[in-house]
């Protein structure tokens, strides 16, 4: 299995809403991402995951709460959004312990809030 | 990690060879160049990667300079579903318990026509 697989592929949610985002590789990389990408603009880092562990948070408002409950899922917990994080959400991940490598990336959740 | 500069957008007639310029002048010396492509609405794809010597895969070819300050990323026989946002990102090795970051650029809209 070399996929990404993001679920779901389209959300609509209102601003009272909870919702929750998520990422599923079986490749064995301990490394996973979240990425922000707004229409025509390049993908933006959220969050990194290493084993199993924050490492990064690119400052993101605490209305996005990242979870890795394992080493194979990656899912992000979305509560009180505004529209403007519309947004296309890309999930990747990565091995570690390499020198270069390459991210796999998922499609992506789409999602409109109202 | 160093910056990069690519053109906004560029053309190519089917069937011809597609040549990305990047430039990437405030390298260093242990920093790869990574190639990624982004078709409309799906997650970005990896292409190729770099140090020092040119590269070549089954999706194309990757020109370093000597001085190592630009590179070209060359699709030999563009199709029309090569017509996609390319990404050239530069980054640090990473290894262990570490990570890298992965930043996106504005990338090169490329177009290949009929």
């Known amino acids: 299995d070399t996929e990404v697989t993001q679920t779901p592929k389209h959300l609509v949610m209102g601003m009272t809403n909870k919702k929750s985002l998520k990422c599923e590789q079986h490749m064995g990389h301990r490394a996973m991402y979240w990425y922000k990408q707004k229409a025509k603009k390049p993908p933006e880092l959220m969050f990194v995951?290493?084993?199993?562990?924050?490492?990064i948070n690119e400052s993101v408002p605490s209305r996005f709460s990242p979870e890795c409950p394992n080493s194979s899922l990656l899912n992000l917990h979305l509560h009180a959004l505004q529209p403007e994080d519309s947004a296309l959400y890309l999930c990747?991940?990565?091995?570690?312990?390499?020198?270069?490598?390459?991210?796999?990336f998922g499609s992506g959740t789409r999602l409109t809030v109202v | 990690d160093a910056k990069t500069t690519q053109p906004p957008s560029m053309d190519c007639a089917e069937g011809r060879a597609a040549n990305l310029p990047c430039n990437h002048s405030t390298i260093s010396g242990n920093e790869y160049v990574y190639w990624y492509r982004q078709i409309h609405s799906q997650g970005p794809q990896y292409i190729i990667h770099g140090l020092k010597n040119n590269e070549t895969n089954e999706m194309a070819s990757l020109i370093i300079t000597e001085d190592r300050k630009s590179s070209t990323l060359i699709l030999p026989h563009a199709t029309l579903r090569d017509t996609a946002v390319y990404y050239c990102?530069?980054?640090?090795?990473?290894?262990?318990?570490?990570?890298?970051?992965?930043?996106f650029g504005q990338g090169t809209i490329l177009t290949v026509h009929p």
């Open positions: 990102i530069v980054r640090g090795p990473a290894g262990g318990t570490s990570y890298g970051k992965l930043t």
């Open positions: 995951y290493s084993y199993e562990k924050l490492s």
């Open positions: 990747a991940s990565s091995p570690t312990g390499v020198h270069n490598y390459g991210y796999t």
